[in-house]
C-alpha cells in the first residue's frame, strides 16, 4: 500500500461546500468543510482504486490568484 500527500480547496458554494484535490480533477462537496473533506477523500478512494497507474500531479506551494475576463 502507497501513501500519497494531496493538496486540496475548499470553498463555500452556495449553501455547500466544494472540495477539490489540485493533483488529479476529482472533487465533492458537503453541508460544513469537514464533510466535503471527508467526501473527497472517500471520491479520491474510489478514483485511485480504479486507476492502475494514476497520473498524480505533485503540487507545491499552490497560490490563489484572482483573475478576470470579459464575456459576451
Known sequence: MSKIKFK???WK???YYVAQ???VD???FGKTKK????N???A??????????PKVSKIEKPELV???FCYA
Open 13 to 15: 458554494e452556495g449553501k
Open 66 to 68: 484572482d483573475s478576470s
Open 26 to 28: 476529482v472533487s465533492s
Open 40 to 42: 473527497l477523500k472517500e
Open 35 to 38: 464533510e466535503a473533506l471527508e
Open 44 to 53: 479520491l478512494g474510489l478514483y485511485l482504486e480504479d486507476i492502475k497507474s
Open 21 to 23: 484535490c489540485l493533483n
Open 8 to 10: 486540496n480547496i475548499v
